[in-house]
């Protein structure tokens, strides 16, 4: 039942409500150590086109690409909350992105950034995602806390979840993303 008097009835509901995601585990009995982080972004001015990979150091906080009209995204560090629902880069992570940016990019020393950005994003203490049936409520299934990896993992995600749905089942072995992990 909702605040405004709606009462919705349906017979799964999917937890799939991002950084906010821990709110909801927590109305249905289950709270999770969720925390949120707001990783930093920049796209520089057009370039002459030098690589059409996605490209980065693991763990070195700098990944980039090139687009087809020869902006590069550059992404590494961290931002800060604005509010509970707005993120900014900030100075120092922008600036540490173009210092990097320089020594592992030669061609982008000198470049202009156009465009700076950040976002809000769910991480759990293991940096894995929880995945899979609610441990308090039938019905209900969690795919959250993607640890800024959400673009990568959310389709195969998306898969398992609505093969739950559909027949079940995940063909997939999910288990070790269960929310028990996190309860005592
Ligand atoms: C700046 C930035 C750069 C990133 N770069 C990459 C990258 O290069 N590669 C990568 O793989 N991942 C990246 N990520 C991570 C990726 O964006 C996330 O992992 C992904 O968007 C998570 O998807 P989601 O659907 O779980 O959550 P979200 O995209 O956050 O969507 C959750 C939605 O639920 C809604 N919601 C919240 N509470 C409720 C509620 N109670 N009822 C209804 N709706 C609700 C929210 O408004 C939101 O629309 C990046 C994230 C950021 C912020």
Known sequence: DCANGLHLQAPWLLNCAGAWAGTVA??????????SAHPAMLVTEPLPIVMNVSTGVEGGGIYARQVARGNCILGGGR?????????????????????NAGELYP?????????TWSGTEGYLPDHEPVIGPSSTQPGLLHGFGFAGAGFQLG???GEAL???????????????????RFQA
Do not use: N
């Not at 061609?107 to 156009?114: D, E, M, N, R």
């Not at 997939?172 to 993303?177: G, L, R, S, T, Y």
């Open 162 to 180: 609505a093969e739950i749905v559909c027949t079940g089942a995940s063909r997939q072995p999910i288990e070790a993303f269960s929310i028990r």
């Open 26 to 35: 927590a109305q249905f009995g289950e709270p999770v150590p969720m925390t």
């Open 155 to 157: 389709p195969a995600v």
């Open 107 to 115: 061609f982008l020393k000198g470049a202009q950034a156009i465009r």
């Open 79 to 99: 931002g800060f909350a604005l509010g509970p629902r707005q993120a900014r880069p900030g100075h120092a992570a922008v600036l540490e992105i173009l210092r």
